[in-house]
Protein backbone atom coordinates (compact mmCIF):
# COMPACT_ATOMS: atom_id res chain seq x y z
CA UNK A 1 0.00 0.00 0.00
CA UNK A 2 1.19 3.43 -0.89
CA UNK A 3 3.24 5.74 1.92
CA UNK A 4 2.25 8.57 -0.79
CA UNK A 5 -1.47 7.87 0.14
CA UNK A 6 -0.72 7.23 3.60
CA UNK A 7 1.03 10.23 3.95
CA UNK A 8 -1.71 12.33 1.71
CA UNK A 9 -3.59 15.52 3.54
CA UNK A 10 -7.01 13.89 2.62
CA UNK A 11 -5.77 10.80 4.61
CA UNK A 12 -5.35 12.24 8.12
CA UNK A 13 -7.92 14.12 7.85
CA UNK A 14 -10.74 11.32 6.92
CA UNK A 15 -8.74 8.88 9.54
CA UNK A 16 -9.29 11.93 12.20
CA UNK A 17 -12.86 12.29 11.33
CA UNK A 18 -13.76 8.31 11.38
CA UNK A 19 -12.06 7.68 14.56
CA UNK A 20 -13.46 10.45 16.03
CA UNK A 21 -17.47 9.27 14.82
CA UNK A 22 -16.51 5.58 14.95
CA UNK A 23 -15.11 3.14 17.68
CA UNK A 24 -14.01 0.36 15.02
CA UNK A 25 -10.25 1.49 15.70
CA UNK A 26 -10.55 2.16 19.42
CA UNK A 27 -12.07 -0.95 20.44
CA UNK A 28 -9.34 -2.66 18.53
CA UNK A 29 -6.25 -0.46 19.95
CA UNK A 30 -7.81 -1.44 22.98
CA UNK A 31 -7.84 -4.98 22.66
CA UNK A 32 -4.20 -4.62 21.20
CA UNK A 33 -3.49 -3.56 24.31
CA UNK A 34 -4.97 -6.11 26.23
CA UNK A 35 -3.39 -8.71 24.39
CA UNK A 36 -0.18 -7.16 24.72
CA UNK A 37 -0.60 -7.11 28.66
CA UNK A 38 1.04 -3.55 28.72
CA UNK A 39 1.57 -2.50 32.49
CA UNK A 40 2.59 0.61 34.65
CA UNK A 41 6.74 0.31 33.96
CA UNK A 42 6.59 -0.87 30.47
CA UNK A 43 8.68 0.59 27.76
CA UNK A 44 6.17 0.46 24.53
CA UNK A 45 6.87 1.55 20.82
CA UNK A 46 3.73 1.28 18.78
CA UNK A 47 4.81 0.93 14.80
CA UNK A 48 3.16 2.17 12.35
CA UNK A 49 0.97 4.37 14.97
CA UNK A 50 -1.39 6.36 12.71
CA UNK A 51 -3.04 9.31 14.66
CA UNK A 52 -2.59 7.87 17.62
CA UNK A 53 -5.45 5.16 18.56
CA UNK A 54 -3.47 2.42 19.79
CA UNK A 55 -1.00 4.69 21.87
CA UNK A 56 -3.82 6.74 23.69
CA UNK A 57 -5.05 3.05 24.51
CA UNK A 58 -1.31 2.16 25.81
CA UNK A 59 -1.44 5.16 28.16
CA UNK A 60 -4.51 4.29 29.73
CA UNK A 61 -2.29 1.19 30.72
CA UNK A 62 0.89 2.51 31.93
CA UNK A 63 2.27 4.72 34.67
CA UNK A 64 2.38 8.73 34.82
CA UNK A 65 5.99 8.73 34.04
CA UNK A 66 6.24 6.05 31.07
CA UNK A 67 6.31 7.38 28.09
CA UNK A 68 5.20 6.00 24.83
CA UNK A 69 7.24 6.26 21.67
CA UNK A 70 5.01 6.39 18.17
CA UNK A 71 6.60 5.87 14.83
CA UNK A 72 4.77 6.85 12.02
CA UNK A 73 6.70 6.82 8.31
CA UNK A 74 3.92 9.10 6.87
CA UNK A 75 4.29 12.37 7.95
CA UNK A 76 0.56 13.75 7.65
CA UNK A 77 -0.41 10.77 9.82
CA UNK A 78 2.21 11.67 12.18
CA UNK A 79 1.38 15.39 12.88
CA UNK A 80 -1.85 14.75 12.96
CA UNK A 81 -0.98 11.99 15.76
CA UNK A 82 1.48 14.29 17.28
CA UNK A 83 -1.56 17.42 17.38
CA UNK A 84 -4.15 14.60 19.08
CA UNK A 85 -1.90 13.67 22.02
CA UNK A 86 -0.32 17.18 22.28
CA UNK A 87 0.96 17.52 26.21
CA UNK A 88 0.72 13.39 26.42
CA UNK A 89 3.86 11.65 27.35
CA UNK A 90 3.85 10.17 23.52
CA UNK A 91 7.10 10.79 21.45
CA UNK A 92 6.22 10.56 17.89
CA UNK A 93 8.91 9.48 15.34
CA UNK A 94 9.82 9.04 11.30
CA UNK A 95 11.32 5.92 11.86
CA UNK A 96 12.61 3.69 15.32
CA UNK A 97 15.08 4.88 17.33
CA UNK A 98 18.39 2.94 16.53
CA UNK A 99 19.77 0.21 19.14
CA UNK A 100 16.79 0.85 21.05
CA UNK A 101 14.96 -1.67 23.09
CA UNK A 102 11.11 -2.31 24.07
CA UNK A 103 9.29 -4.35 26.52
CA UNK A 104 6.28 -4.35 24.38
CA UNK A 105 6.48 -3.67 20.78
CA UNK A 106 2.83 -3.20 19.35
CA UNK A 107 1.60 -2.50 15.81
CA UNK A 108 -2.16 -2.22 14.90
CA UNK A 109 -3.88 -2.69 11.72
CA UNK A 110 -0.85 -2.14 9.77
CA UNK A 111 1.57 -5.23 9.79
CA UNK A 112 -0.06 -6.69 6.30
CA UNK A 113 0.59 -3.65 4.40
CA UNK A 114 4.34 -2.97 5.46
CA UNK A 115 5.71 -5.72 3.86
CA UNK A 116 6.71 -9.77 3.61
CA UNK A 117 5.30 -10.51 6.74
CA UNK A 118 8.87 -12.82 7.80
CA UNK A 119 10.75 -9.79 7.06
CA UNK A 120 8.67 -7.24 9.10
CA UNK A 121 8.28 -9.61 12.57
CA UNK A 122 11.85 -9.82 12.22
CA UNK A 123 12.36 -6.66 12.09
CA UNK A 124 10.18 -5.77 14.95
CA UNK A 125 11.56 -8.34 16.60
CA UNK A 126 14.80 -6.66 16.53
CA UNK A 127 13.50 -4.44 19.00
CA UNK A 128 11.92 -6.32 21.84
CA UNK A 129 14.11 -6.36 25.08
CA UNK A 130 14.43 -10.16 26.52
CA UNK A 131 11.55 -10.68 28.55
CA UNK A 132 9.02 -8.62 25.92
CA UNK A 133 6.28 -9.21 23.59
CA UNK A 134 5.91 -8.29 20.39
CA UNK A 135 1.59 -8.19 19.75
CA UNK A 136 0.00 -7.44 16.15
CA UNK A 137 -3.63 -7.06 15.35
CA UNK A 138 -5.13 -6.87 12.05
CA UNK A 139 -8.56 -7.79 10.37
CA UNK A 140 -9.10 -11.39 9.58
CA UNK A 141 -10.65 -10.86 6.70
CA UNK A 142 -6.99 -9.60 5.38
CA UNK A 143 -5.86 -13.57 6.13
CA UNK A 144 -8.19 -14.86 3.82
CA UNK A 145 -11.02 -15.47 6.64
CA UNK A 146 -14.09 -14.20 5.76
CA UNK A 147 -16.20 -12.68 7.77
CA UNK A 148 -19.77 -13.62 8.61
CA UNK A 149 -23.31 -11.85 8.21
CA UNK A 150 -24.84 -9.32 10.02
CA UNK A 151 -28.25 -7.78 9.73
CA UNK A 152 -30.35 -5.78 6.89
CA UNK A 153 -30.70 -5.45 3.81
CA UNK A 154 -26.87 -6.07 2.82
CA UNK A 155 -25.57 -8.11 5.81
CA UNK A 156 -22.01 -8.60 4.29
CA UNK A 157 -21.95 -4.54 3.32
CA UNK A 158 -20.95 -5.72 -1.04
CA UNK A 159 -23.33 -3.26 -2.39
CA UNK A 160 -21.03 -0.21 -2.05
CA UNK A 161 -17.81 -1.83 -3.28
CA UNK A 162 -20.36 -3.21 -6.38
CA UNK A 163 -21.69 0.62 -6.80
CA UNK A 164 -18.84 2.04 -6.88
CA UNK A 165 -16.30 -0.86 -8.93
CA UNK A 166 -19.66 0.31 -11.43
CA UNK A 167 -18.53 3.79 -11.95
CA UNK A 168 -15.28 2.14 -13.75
CA UNK A 169 -13.56 5.01 -11.92
CA UNK A 170 -10.67 2.56 -10.38
CA UNK A 171 -7.01 1.03 -11.28
CA UNK A 172 -5.75 -2.27 -11.39
CA UNK A 173 -4.14 -3.21 -8.13
CA UNK A 174 0.30 -2.68 -8.53
CA UNK A 175 2.76 -4.99 -6.82
CA UNK A 176 0.39 -6.40 -4.32
CA UNK A 177 2.01 -8.29 -0.91
CA UNK A 178 2.25 -11.92 -0.99
CA UNK A 179 -1.05 -13.43 0.63
CA UNK A 180 -0.77 -13.69 3.98
CA UNK A 181 -2.06 -16.28 6.32
CA UNK A 182 -2.59 -17.20 10.03
CA UNK A 183 -0.05 -20.00 9.20
CA UNK A 184 2.50 -17.50 7.60
CA UNK A 185 2.27 -15.14 10.78
CA UNK A 186 2.79 -17.61 13.03
CA UNK A 187 5.56 -19.42 11.56
CA UNK A 188 6.75 -15.64 11.23
CA UNK A 189 7.04 -15.06 14.72
CA UNK A 190 8.09 -18.35 15.80
CA UNK A 191 11.05 -17.96 13.18
CA UNK A 192 11.72 -15.15 15.65
CA UNK A 193 11.85 -16.23 18.55
CA UNK A 194 8.37 -16.26 20.39
CA UNK A 195 5.60 -18.67 21.61
CA UNK A 196 2.64 -16.56 20.30
CA UNK A 197 -1.15 -16.91 21.04
CA UNK A 198 -4.24 -15.96 18.70
CA UNK A 199 -6.77 -14.17 20.15
CA UNK A 200 -9.82 -12.85 18.37
CA UNK A 201 -11.93 -9.53 18.93
CA UNK A 202 -15.22 -9.69 16.96
CA UNK A 203 -17.34 -6.27 16.49
CA UNK A 204 -20.35 -5.22 14.38
CA UNK A 205 -18.99 -2.55 11.64
CA UNK A 206 -22.36 -0.43 10.82
CA UNK A 207 -22.88 0.29 6.65
CA UNK A 208 -22.00 4.15 8.22
CA UNK A 209 -18.74 3.33 9.46
CA UNK A 210 -18.02 1.00 6.31
CA UNK A 211 -18.65 3.64 3.81
CA UNK A 212 -16.99 6.65 5.79
CA UNK A 213 -14.08 4.16 6.25
CA UNK A 214 -14.08 4.02 2.29
CA UNK A 215 -13.37 7.72 2.07
CA UNK A 216 -9.87 7.08 2.90
CA UNK A 217 -7.72 7.45 -0.13
CA UNK A 218 -5.58 4.58 0.64
CA UNK A 219 -8.47 1.79 1.19
CA UNK A 220 -10.30 3.19 -2.59
CA UNK A 221 -7.59 3.86 -4.51
CA UNK A 222 -8.65 0.46 -6.08
CA UNK A 223 -11.80 1.38 -7.02
CA UNK A 224 -11.82 5.06 -7.28
CA UNK A 225 -8.02 5.59 -8.17
CA UNK A 226 -8.51 7.86 -11.69
CA UNK A 227 -9.67 10.27 -8.87
CA UNK A 228 -7.53 12.68 -6.98
CA UNK A 229 -8.23 12.02 -3.35
CA UNK A 230 -9.93 15.51 -2.40
CA UNK A 231 -12.89 14.38 -5.31
CA UNK A 232 -13.65 10.78 -3.90
CA UNK A 233 -15.02 11.48 -0.64
CA UNK A 234 -18.17 12.88 -2.63
CA UNK A 235 -18.44 10.36 -5.02
CA UNK A 236 -18.54 7.93 -1.74
CA UNK A 237 -20.91 9.80 -0.58
CA UNK A 238 -23.53 9.16 -3.18
CA UNK A 239 -22.71 6.26 -3.70
CA UNK A 240 -23.85 5.57 0.29
CA UNK A 241 -26.90 7.70 -0.26
CA UNK A 242 -28.89 4.80 -1.70
CA UNK A 243 -27.75 2.00 0.81
CA UNK A 244 -29.69 0.82 3.76
CA UNK A 245 -27.86 2.21 6.79
CA UNK A 246 -29.24 -0.35 9.02
CA UNK A 247 -27.43 -2.67 7.32
CA UNK A 248 -24.14 -4.08 9.75
CA UNK A 249 -22.12 -7.46 9.63
CA UNK A 250 -19.93 -9.03 11.69
CA UNK A 251 -15.75 -8.44 11.81
CA UNK A 252 -13.22 -10.54 13.22
CA UNK A 253 -9.99 -9.16 14.53
CA UNK A 254 -6.99 -11.25 14.82
CA UNK A 255 -4.44 -10.60 17.56
CA UNK A 256 -1.28 -12.19 17.89
CA UNK A 257 1.11 -12.05 20.93
CA UNK A 258 4.74 -13.25 20.80
CA UNK A 259 6.30 -13.49 23.87
CA UNK A 260 9.79 -13.67 24.14
CA UNK A 261 11.72 -15.56 26.79
CA UNK A 262 14.24 -14.25 29.02
CA UNK A 263 17.56 -14.67 28.39
CA UNK A 264 19.31 -17.62 31.44
CA UNK A 265 22.88 -16.96 32.16
CA UNK A 266 24.61 -19.99 30.77
CA UNK A 267 25.88 -22.09 34.20
CA UNK A 268 28.99 -24.48 33.32
CA UNK A 269 29.63 -27.21 36.16
CA UNK A 270 32.80 -27.66 38.37
CA UNK A 271 32.34 -30.87 39.33
Not at 1 to 26: C, E, I, K, Q
Not at 76 to 97: E, F, I, K, Q, S
Request: charged share 20%; with cysteine.
Amino acid sequence: MSLALWNHPVTADRYRHFTGRHDRYRRAARALVEAAAIAPGHRVLDFAAGIGCTALASLEQLGQSDVVTAVEAAEAMRLAGAVRTRDLPVNWCPATPAGQHYDRVICGAAIWALGPVADVVADLAGHVAPGGALAVSLPAAYLGEPDVPGGGSDPWLGRLPEVLAGMKLGKAPIDPLPPLNDLALTQAFADSGFSVIRTTLRQRLSQTAYCDWMTLPPVNDTLLGQLPPEDRIAVVGRAASSLDTASWRWEAWALYTGVRQEVQPLRISTD
